[in-house]
């Protein structure tokens, strides 16, 4: 691990911002960090509130989705929501759905099949509105660059509507509205939201026009700041609001779906990891083991007892899901090893029955072994199917793109995309793309780096401190949960590898002529145990530890070196 320092902050901002906060300079400094130097910033992301949320007439084409939207209502036209399989898919499919349907019955939702239709739009979605008699197509978190599927919706007389935040191409769909920020001539203020944000906008807009108040869609947060968490979408400005007040609905008035995954784990508060590590993957295995249509169904039951019923059988995908990838990450370990791969540049492999449910998971999970941009392919039809997954400072989806000679198709974002290729390019595209990242790619990215945010005396931890820490949340990227630093700490002589397999270090740490004891946990940091022998220097976290009824303020090492 190489632990990286992030640059100091303006002395003359945290000085000023510590003397109007009256607050410990280390937290002036972490706020100056993330760019907030005056009271009125301060107060703005301590304390999120609904007003400011943008105006969501501000985005490209919001009016004349709505009035199309308005349109079909008034006509009795046939409405398909359309959205991919992903928990920001399906959040926002169930989102929209939902607010339509308090409105207006005729309203269906459609989630594609992940091995008959793959990503995004299809032909075959189309085909099912053509035979439906659907009029109009909602489509969310996808189609910004389904233009052919449009066009031949176009041709059989039926509308889209494009709710989408992925990178658009040159070109986009002449849909009848296409709401996505990130297109050039969108001036919507900000660029970030997920594609369930994009469809939150929507009904946001639809509210207004009806003349709505914001508090009036509360309720549908909680969808919202599952997508939010799920999509790792930088927790800023909107996405911090909507994440912000998301998680008090989950953790107070949650729609059944939610509350019935809840129920099976019993946790009584959750934080946005939480959603990320418990709710997220549960709603994902749907889509990724039998089909999306699970998660809507759970997420828009309207009784208790069913979505206790429905929940159960996506807890039984999730050990489905876990198992498969537990498996095939292995394969793939054995596969590097056997084709002497492991100093290469890139990870890319490929076996023909690697279920396709869970091939961006096992991408992740070597990149834990092998800290390398890394792309997993499996037989999908007549075509190969890959998930690539980066890592931090490299752009994959432009390593992807200057591969675009043997690709099909791909899409995706700058950590993490989808590709398709034929089988016969697939030894071609592997060295085209080591190729393209050994040129690329700065070795310090290929070593996993720890940043941390700012150097902390271990004496400056207090309940206050804590408890204003706590404020900064809900965490996430570009509002990461800060990482501290303490030089030349040593053990008291109580510190002991923990676990079924002593893989856990727990110690009690000292400073200085501090009397107190500091607990601290380094999870996966037993190997490391001879290293507290002799002074020691840490990065971690602060979090709270609750044991025999006692709560405590708890180190989490996120590493451990020797001092110098």
């Known amino acids: ?160 509507i494009i709710c989408d935040h992925h990178k658009p191409g040159q070109e986009v769909p002449e849909a009848v509205a296409v709401l996505n920020p990130k297109q050039i001539d969108c001036m919507y203020p900000y660029k970030e939201l997920c594609g369930c944000g994009v469809g939150f906008k929507l009904i946001e807009a639809l509210e207004y026009r009806n003349n709505g108040v914001i508090e009036n869609l509360i309720p549908y947060l909680d969808l919202v700041a599952i997508a ?16 912000y007040f998301g998680l008090q609905v989950i953790n107070t008035a949650p729609r059944n779906g939610i509350k019935a995954i809840i129920h099976q784990f019993g946790k009584k508060e959750l934080t946005i990891t939480d959603v990320v590590f418990i709710i997220a993957p549960r709603i994902n295995a749907a889509g990724r083991i039998k089909h999306g249509n699970f998660a809507v169904s759970l997420l828009t039951e ?18 489905d899901r876990k198992e498969l990838d537990a498996a095939i990450t292995q394969e793939a370990l054995i596969q590097i090893v056997n084709n002497k791969e492991e100093d290469k540049f890139t990870t890319v492999v490929y076996e023909e029955d690697w279920h396709k449910g869970v091939i961006g998971i096992v991408a992740s999970r070597l990149i834990e072994t092998y800290y390398r941009p890394t792309i997993v392919f499996t037989r999908s039809g007549d075509k190969l199917a890959a998930s690539a997954r980066s890592v931090k400072g490299f752009d994959v989806y432009n390593a992807i793109e200057a591969c675009s000679e043997y690709l099909v198709q791909f899409g995706g974002h700058k950590y993490a995309a989808g590709l398709t290729i034929l089988p016969e390019q697939y030894e071609n595209f592997k060295n085209k793309f080591e190729q393209v990242v050994s040129e690329s790619i700065h070795k310090n990215l290929l070593v996993p780096e720890i940043g941390i945010d700012v150097e902390l005396d271990l004496c400056s931890i207090t309940p206050k401190f804590y408890r204003i820490l706590q404020q900064m949340a809900p965490f996430g990227p570009q509002n990461l949960k800060p990482v501290f630093y303490s030089s030349c700490v040593r053990d008291n002589g109580y510190g002991k590898q923990v676990g079924g397999d002593k893989s856990h270090l727990k110690l009690n740490i000292i400073y200085g002529a501090d009397n107190r004891t500091y607990g601290a946990i380094g999870f996966s940091l037993g190997k490391k145990m001879k290293l507290i022998e002799n002074s020691f220097d840490i990065a971690y976290c602060l979090d709270e530890n609750t044991w025999n009824g006692t709560t405590s303020i708890q180190l989490v090492l996120k590493d451990l070196k020797q001092s110098i």
């Open 1 to 160: 691990m190489r632990w990286t320092l992030k640059p100091e902050p303006n002395e003359e901002e945290v000085e000023k911002l510590t003397k109007e906060l009256g607050i410990d300079k280390v937290l002036s400094r972490l706020l100056v960090q993330r760019g907030i130097k005056t009271f009125d910033e301060a107060k703005e992301f301590f304390r999120p509130s609904l007003d400011n949320l943008h105006d969501p007439f501000l985005m490209k084409d919001m009016n004349l989705a709505v009035e199309r939207i308005e349109k079909a209502i008034e006509l009795k036209e046939r409405i398909l929501i359309y959205g991919d399989y992903d928990v920001d898919g399906t959040t926002a499919v169930s989102l929209l759905y939902s607010y339509i349907k308090d409105r207006y019955s005729d309203v269906t939702t459609y989630i594609p099949d992940r091995y008959k239709e793959g990503y995004g739009i299809s032909f075959l979605g189309v085909d099912f509105a053509i035979k439906n008699n659907f009029q109009l197509i909602i489509a969310l978190d996808c189609g910004i660059k389904a233009i052919d599927k449009v066009t031949y919706a176009k041709e059989n007389n039926i509308d889209f």
């Open 228 to 243: 939010v968490a799920a999509d790792i979408v930088p927790i800023t400005g909107e996405n911090r609001v909507l994440a």
């Open 302 to 319: 309207l009784d208790y007892q069913i979505a206790l019923v429905e929940a159960s059988n996506i807890e039984k995908f999730n050990t």
